[in-house]
């Protein structure tokens, strides 16, 4: 037995061998820095806690994936599988590796449907049945979504790259997941990081735009408490949106079909069982593989590119513009029912579920100690998921 021969061959197999050997000629500087960056965003959803509950397993994926010679993800089995070339998922399970099989749930867009499954399960759109008007501030945040769908278009991306990076601006990181994983897989983990980053950057990047374009007497408006929603209506709502939604239309009946079934199942008072599951352990489960997959797309030589840069700068641009764009519709809301509708509920109009309505309450009191805005700002919250799906859906008919 030759102990150095044995040593020899365990070293040349290694990771380490294979970074330093390939430091150059195979771009392994790229892996390291992308190792780097995972520790980073570690960090920041550990001690940071930027939506830990997603970022954590985002940012391991991207760790796993980038380590040379485990063979975790391989992307040029996905490569060849969006090139047409007659690859199956069968193949990508027999050939491919455990971040791969992982994969195929978000390239199925099984996950994000499942995730809004669960999202709907834990939305009670009370507030927006008692207020339908809240549907108006939901739509008007969807600016953000198609301005920065333009602005991308303008700075070279294609059609579909241009798409799956305005939809950032809704605010919705399963619906963004979704629209990427099937117009532009090849900017997942860019746009997924974008997305979830500025959704725990929310109480930092709108209250300033809240208070650029609101005065403090706009602010200090009380509104009026709404009506009870019967708990028929709870029932009716989510069958009726089904059926009109995915009519209107068709691509977007899995993320809407997912959320109203979840929301059903939570509104029906017969169903507790199931609706306790989709909540808690199947949303965990399904966290977990999204966010590990999503972290799996982040491979060096793809994520470190100017067009990374241009996506976190244009994800930015359509965030505060969906912001601005509700608060727009909020302030000609308030001026036709004069002065009785506080402004600040339309920048709740993004998806972020329920942080962005929480902010808008923060803000109001702010202005006046006594304003109680959480419950008004639900409406244009829950609107703002339906909106953010329709769009995507909008999107995905156009160019899918």
């Not at 509104?267 to 989709?278: F, I, K, N, Q």
Request: glycine content about 12%.
């Amino acid at each position: 037995m030759n102990i150095g021969q044995i040593l020899l061959n365990l070293w040349e197999s290694s990771g380490f061998a294979a970074l330093i050997t390939g430091f150059v000629s195979q771009n392994s500087w790229q892996n390291l820095l992308m190792i780097i960056i995972a520790c980073g965003l570690l960090y920041l959803a550990i001690v940071k806690k930027f939506e830990p509950l997603l970022l954590t397993g985002i940012a391991f994926g991207c760790l796993l994936t980038n380590l040379p010679g485990a063979g975790l993800y391989n992307q040029p089995l996905w490569d060849a599988y969006v090139a047409g070339e007659h690859i199956t998922f069968t193949e990508i399970i027999h050939d491919g590796g455990l971040l791969d099989i992982f994969y195929i749930g978000v390239k199925s867009s099984l996950y994000p449907c499942l995730i809004f499954m669960g999202v709907g399960a834990m939305t009670d759109f009370g507030p927006l049945l008692s207020n339908p008007k809240s549907l108006l501030l939901g739509a008007a945040a969807q600016m953000g979504v198609f301005v920065a769908f333009f602005g991308a278009s303008l700075m070279g991306f294609t059609g579909n790259e241009a798409a799956s990076i305005g939809i950032i601006g809704g605010a919705d990181g399963p619906t963004a997941i979704f629209l990427t994983s099937q117009l532009a897989p090849h900017l997942l983990g860019a746009i997924a990081v974008a997305a979830y980053s500025y959704m725990a950057l929310i109480p930092l990047i709108q209250p300033p735009i809240m208070r650029l374009m609101t005065t403090p007497e706009q602010r200090k408006i009380k509104m009026v408490q709404t009506r009870t929603v019967s708990k028929t209506e709870k029932i009716i709502f989510p069958i009726v949106v089904t059926i009109f939604v995915a009519l209107l239309l068709p691509d977007t009946a899995p993320l809407i079909g997912c959320l109203m079934l979840g929301n059903l199942f939570k509104e029906t008072g017969v169903t507790d069982r199931l609706s306790d599951t989709v909540q808690n352990a199947l949303m965990n489960i399904v966290t977990i593989l999204l966010s590990t997959a999503v972290g799996a797309t982040m491979v060096g030589s793809r994520f470190l590119t100017w067009e990374t840069l241009k996506i976190v700068f244009l994800g930015v641009f359509a965030f505060a513009l969906s912001t601005a764009g509700g608060l727009l519709g909020g302030l000609v809301m308030c001026k036709v029912t004069k002065g009785k509708v506080n402004p600040l509920i339309g920048s709740a109009g993004v998806s972020a579920v329920p942080m962005a309505a929480r902010v808008a309450n923060v803000e109001g009191q702010k202005a006046n100690p006594s304003n109680f805005l959480l419950m008004h700002a639900m409406g244009p919250n829950v609107a703002g998921v339906i909106g953010s799906a329709i769009a995507a859906g909008f999107l995905l008919s156009v160019f899918g």
